[in-house]
C-alpha cells in the first residue's frame, strides 16, 4: 500500500492534544465530553424561553430535538455544540457541531476525500459544493450547502478528520453567515 506524500508527511506530524477554536461570545458552548451535557442543553433552552410567552409543551419540545440531535452527534463523535442565541422569536439561527472522525475507511488524501464525497452528492438545485481549501490548521474539504457548511480538517499525525458542521437552518448559509462560519473554521489551531 503506498500512501500519498500528503498522507507520509501528516503521519510523521505530532498528534495534537487538543485543538482550539474561536467562537463569537454569543454562541452558547455545550462541552459533550462532560457527563453534564444534558443539563447544559436545558440551560440553553430555559434561556431561550425566559422572557417569552414560549408555551412548555414548545420548550419541551426543542429540549427533546436538540437533546435527540445531539445524542445522534455524540454517537458519531461529536465533542463540542456551539448554539448562536440572538434569534429574536426564540428559534435557532445558527449552530455549529465539532466532531472527530477517524480515518477508518476515510481517504487521509484531501483530494480523494473530496472526490469521494462529491461522488456521494445527489444531482438537483440542493447539490453541496465540495472543494479543498488551505487553512491556517491544514488541508480542508470544505462542503457548502443552502444552510450548511462543513469543514473536515485533516489532522496533524493522520490521526483522522477534524469535522466542523455548521448549520443555519432560518438565515441560509450564503451571505454574512457563511462568511462567519469560514472565519471561525479559519480560527481553528492544533495543541501540540
Known amino acids: 500500500m503506498n500512501e500519498s506524500p500528503q498522507a507520509e508527511a501528516s ?9 482550539k477554536l474561536l467562537v463569537p461570545r454569543e454562541w452558547f458552548r455545550i462541552d459533550l465530553m462532560q457527563a453534564r451535557w444534558r443539563a447544559q442543553l436545558k440551560t440553553f ?12 409543551e ?17 454517537a458519531r463523535g461529536a465533542m463540542e455544540l ?12 445558527a449552530s455549529l457541531l465539532v466532531s472527530l472522525m477517524p480515518l477508518g475507511n476515510t481517504p487521509a488524501d484531501p483530494e480523494e476525500y473530496a472526490a469521494l464525497l462529491e461522488l456521494r452528492e ?10 479543498v481549501v488551505e487553512l491556517p490548521a491544514g488541508v480542508a ?7 450548511t457548511l462543513n469543514f473536515h480538517v485533516l489532522m496533524p499525525g493522520g490521526v483522522g478528520w477534524l469535522t466542523l458542521s455548521f448549520s443555519a437552518q432560518l438565515t ?9 462560519c469560514d472565519a471561525i473554521a479559519g480560527s481553528l489551531r492544533w495543541v501540540v
Open 11 to 19: 503521519s510523521r506530524e505530532a498528534v495534537p492534544r487538543d485543538y
Open 45 to 56: 433552552v430555559d434561556r431561550q424561553a425566559e422572557g417569552r410567552n414560549v408555551p412548555a
Open 58 to 74: 414548545l420548550t419541551q419540545k426543542v429540549w427533546a430535538t436538540l437533546r435527540n440531535t445531539t445524542e445522534a452527534g455524540r
Open 82 to 93: 456551539f448554539l448562536l442565541t440572538t434569534s429574536q422569536n426564540g428559534g435557532l439561527p
Open 122 to 131: 445527489p444531482d438537483g438545485p440542493g447539490r453541496r459544493q465540495v472543494s
Open 141 to 147: 474539504v470544505r462542503l457548502l450547502g443552502s444552510t
Open 172 to 180: 441560509g448559509m450564503p451571505g454574512p453567515m457563511e462568511q462567519l
